[in-house]
């Protein structure tokens, strides 16, 4: 929000530090009131998650990720990527994201019962995963739902692994060694590389939508042609699975699956929704 302060500051041109204070001060009231609502939010069907699934090759569905739905009351659809960083920021984040664990094990069980188990992905915030006992909650919701782990996969992004490395090593590790399988979500857009990589229990990397967005070869950004083909050659080194997010386009979905990749996400497959409509397509 500062830059957005910043930024109606300078374009307003006049009295700017009063202007500047006034537009942080309705920012930090317009942030407090989203983060109010969230709160109250929990717990009702205001919230909701959603899936998307993923596609292999062939065309067969080989996974999903659930990914969180607000309707507020008046506002109407409040989209994650901004009530996200909101409940990191508030820690709302920890009751969310256990509601979120939840909900991932019942649909995992659900598909299950439908006769369509599918390995479920789950995003977990940092602030989520550092927490003392994360492990132990995770345990208890496994135990709780009687889901199984082995069903799930924890999208964790770059940011968590340039702090206390050694422990989100361990952390992983005790998650693995109950079955959960780890990826890294958005990945390219952090500080990735190959020697910590070799050093993380994983099982998956996520090529961040920015990349695929830009291939094959948009003359303005012939880089990420290359980057999306750094990464699946690592990948295959590590013996790493890679889901495409946010395929959009045929051409973009032939030069992915012509480089290698065979999990793909995104619009052109399908959209995230409701798990009862996902049932029914199937
Ligand atoms: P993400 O984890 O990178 O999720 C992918 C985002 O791309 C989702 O946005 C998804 O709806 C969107 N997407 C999928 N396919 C396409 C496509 O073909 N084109 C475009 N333009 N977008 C596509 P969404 O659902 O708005 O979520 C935004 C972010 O909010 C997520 O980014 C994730 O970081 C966060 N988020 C969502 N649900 C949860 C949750 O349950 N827990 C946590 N901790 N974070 C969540
Ligand atoms: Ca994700
Ligand atoms: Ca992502
Ligand atoms: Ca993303």
């Known amino acids: 929000e500062a830059d957005t302060a910043m930024y109606r500051a300078k374009s307003a041109g006049r009295n700017r530090i009063a202007f500047f204070e006034a537009a942080m001060q309705s920012d930090v009231e317009q942030r407090l009131a989203l983060e109010n609502d969230l709160a109250e939010a929990i717990g009702t069907d205001q919230l909701e998650m959603f899936l998307q699934p993923q596609f292999d090759a062939a065309g067969q569905p080989d996974g999903c990720e659930m990914l969180m739905r607000w309707t507020h009351p008046v506002r109407g659809p409040v989209s994650p990527a901004v009530f996200i960083p909101a409940a990191e920021e508030s820690g709302l984040i920890l009751p969310l994201g256990d509601w979120v664990l939840r909900e991932g094990c019942r649909t995992v069980l659900r598909l299950q019962e439908a006769g369509h188990p599918l390995p479920v992905s789950i995003n977990v ?15 208890a919701i496994l135990a709780e739902t009687g889901a199984d782990a082995s069903q799930l996969i924890f999208e964790v992004t770059e940011g968590l692994l340039i702090e206390n490395l050694e422990e989100t090593i361990l952390r992983m590790h005790e998650l693995v060694s109950i079955g959960i399988r780890f990826s890294i979500d958005d990945f390219g857009t952090g500080y990735s590389s190959l020697g910590y990589l070799r ?18 070869g948009n003359p303005d950004n012939p880089g990420d042609t290359a980057i999306v083909q750094t990464i699946l050659s690592m ?3 590590l013996g790493l699975r890679v889901v495409a997010e946010g395929v959009e386009t045929r051409e973009q979905a032939d030069f992915l699956k012509a480089a290698g990749c065979t999990a793909l996400q995104g619009y052109l497959l399908a959209r995230p929704m409701p798990v009862a409509a996902w049932l029914q397509w199937q």
Not at 125 to 139: E, H, L
């Open 199 to 216: 050093r993380l229990p994983l099982y998956e990397l996520k090529i961040d939508r920015s990349f695929v967005q830009d291939t094959p």
């Open 125 to 139: 915030s940092p602030r989520q995963f550092r927490q003392i006992d994360f492990a132990g909650q995770v345990k």
């Open 235 to 237: 990948a295959g080194h």
